[in-house]
């Protein structure tokens, strides 16, 4: 797996998600509603013999408007509903093969206030498993 | 000093190299040992019997259709087929453990939160051919 072909292509299918905008590395711009694909961890490299397979978390940050309202809380709720057409979740784990990895689940998220900035936004941050082989 | 890393290892099954989806693999060479201790001995003595071994195999599960684990061992449950080992790798010279076995089980195991794993296990039939690769 190379790292930036995993992220571009996060962001690719993030970017089919109505409204929200989509970078796919942290380039220190936010223009909520965003989602931004963020650098992992760690990769965990020969999970399997003959480097078959690697794996990585990748956070995926979904901002939305610095003054949380009554709008922004319902389109943060959409992004992390478990279903429907603005859900991470469902967006990045089904409906698509990736090319650049094997297999992609989105394993929770969580809430907290990302500043960017002087600015502090309202942040629903989701943990991914990413897998894919070592060799490609 | 030179220690040898698991992750080198190739583990194939007929001519299906499967190593890419494995992650843990072992061995068995055993044997029966015969009790032939007599009257007034101080302790047991043995002879050694007939040789007997197992090999166990697993990893991730794939979901590779052609030549993913399941799509190789299934096929192959409750027959003989010749299971190949090289914990070195690849090489002339190499040592590698080669037997034809029965597979005896494949197992899938699917937790919720996590990957679904598998597990082999096949049966030596006759002795292990421990002759390095050429």
Same mark, same amino acid.
């Given at each position: 797996?190379?790292?930036?072909?995993?992220? =571009?292509?996060?962001?690719?299918?993030?970017?089919?998600?109505?409204?929200?905008?989509?970078? *796919?590395?942290?380039?220190?711009?936010?223009?909520?509603?965003?989602?931004?694909?963020?650098?992992?961890? =760690?990769?965990?490299?020969?999970?399997?013999?003959? @480097?078959?397979?690697? @794996?990585?978390?990748?956070?995926?940050?979904?901002?939305?408007?610095?003054?949380?309202?009554?709008? *922004?809380?319902?389109?943060?709720?959409?992004?992390?509903?478990?279903?429907?057409?603005?859900?991470?979740?469902?967006?990045?784990?089904?409906?698509?093969?990736?090319?650049?990895?094997?297999?992609?689940?989105?394993?929770?998220?969580?809430?907290?206030?990302?500043?960017?900035?002087?600015?502090?936004?309202?942040?629903?941050?989701?943990?991914? =498993?990413?897998?894919? @082989?070592?060799?490609? | 000093?030179?220690?040898?890393?698991?992750?080198?290892?190739?583990?194939?099954?007929?001519?299906?190299?499967?190593? /890419?989806?494995?992650?843990?693999?072992?061995?068995?060479?055993?044997?029966?040992?015969?009790?032939?201790?007599?009257?007034?001995?101080?302790?047991?003595?043995?002879?050694?019997?007939?040789?007997?071994?197992? #090999?166990? #195999?697993?990893?991730?599960?794939?979901?590779?259709?052609?030549?993913?684990?399941?799509?190789?061992?299934?096929?192959?449950?409750?027959?003989?087929?010749?299971?190949?080992? /090289?914990?070195?790798?690849?090489?002339?010279?190499?040592?590698?453990?080669?037997?034809?076995?029965?597979?005896?089980?494949?197992?899938?195991?699917?937790? #919720?939160?996590?990957?679904?794993?598998?597990?082999?296990?096949?049966?030596?039939?006759? #002795?292990?051919?421990?002759?390095?690769?050429?």
């Amino acid at each position: 797996m190379n790292l930036g072909d995993v992220m =571009e292509e996060v962001a690719a299918r993030l970017d089919t998600i109505d409204g929200l905008r989509v970078v *796919s590395y942290p380039d220190g711009k936010v223009n909520p509603p965003c989602a931004v694909v963020a650098l992992p961890d =760690e990769i965990t490299y020969d999970l399997a013999y003959q @480097r078959g397979e690697d @794996r990585m978390a990748l956070p995926i940050v979904v901002l939305v408007a610095a003054k949380l309202t009554r709008l *922004s809380r319902d389109q943060l709720s959409a992004y992390c509903d478990g279903v429907g057409p603005s859900s991470v979740k469902a967006v990045l784990e089904t409906g698509w093969t990736p090319v650049s990895f094997g297999t992609i689940t989105v394993a929770s998220v969580r809430f907290e206030e990302w500043t960017q900035g002087a600015v502090d936004y309202p942040a629903a941050i989701f943990e991914t =498993e990413i897998s894919g @082989r070592g060799t490609t | 000093m030179s220690r040898g890393h698991g992750r080198l290892t190739v583990f194939k099954v007929g001519t299906s190299d499967i190593s /890419q989806y494995c992650d843990t693999s072992e061995w068995t060479d055993d044997s029966d040992v015969h009790d032939t201790t007599g009257y007034g001995a101080s302790g047991h003595g043995y002879d050694p019997g007939l040789a007997d071994g197992k #090999v166990t #195999v697993g990893g991730t599960y794939d979901t590779t259709a052609l030549t993913g684990p399941r799509a190789v061992l299934v096929p192959a449950l409750r027959t003989k087929v010749l299971v190949t080992r /090289q914990p070195e790798g690849t090489g002339t010279g190499k040592p590698q453990d080669k037997a034809t076995c029965v597979l005896k089980s494949y197992v899938e195991t699917a937790p #919720v939160a996590d990957y679904t794993k598998w597990t082999a296990e096949f049966t030596i039939d006759g #002795v292990t051919d421990r002759t390095p690769q050429t």
